[in-house]
């Protein structure tokens, strides 16, 4: 039994096993030519060869031939394309991200709507692999847009610092309350902001400056 094929149809078939048919079974009148018996012999082996041939390989298709017609089916071996999102599904806190895909060897364009980002949004790929470029940007920004506050955790710094303070500076107006930005930099003290934890103003009670020296006496 051969691999199954979608693209062999029954007409194939057909013409392989009748001409294959007919040099196997028609090869007799080649005793009739005018030769001699060693050509003649050639002739009718060959003749006769490749007609079996073409009968094995009509049978062999045969075997191959699927009986179900998939040619309708969205779901077809055309690269098991599937229709996909092509509408924009957007609101106050929504992140739509554009895309495109191939269905029915055409190049459409879609969007992967994400309703409601605050159910937890996981983004796995490999290095390189376009993670930010595709995904982490486009948060960064549509919330910015919508006048979000963030904290952006930056491990390649200052890739996502720059792209936040640069969209943050072109939708200044989209928040209510005039946003500013910080940046927490362990590895570099002189580009990073600082605060005094044991600043007087931020502690209403003797509970806050408790807890504030605890937590500087345990991380020193």
Known sequence: MGKKDEKINWRSIVAYLLIGLLLFFGSKILFRLNYSIGNVAIIYMSVTGVGFLLILA???????????????????????????EER??????????PARYSLKSKVRKSWINIINPFRGLLVIGSPGSGKSWFVIQHVIKQHIEKGFAMFVYDFKYDDLSKIVYNWLQQNKNKYSVPPSFYVINFDNLSISHRCNPLDPSSMNDITDATESARTILLGT
Do not use: W
């Open 88 to 97: 924009l599904l957007s609101n106050e806190y929504s992140i739509n991200l």
């Open 58 to 84: 009509g049978v062999n298709l045969t075997s191959r031939l699927i009986s179900l017609n998939l040619s309708n089916d969205i779901f077809n071996s055309l690269n098991e394309t599937f229709p996909q």
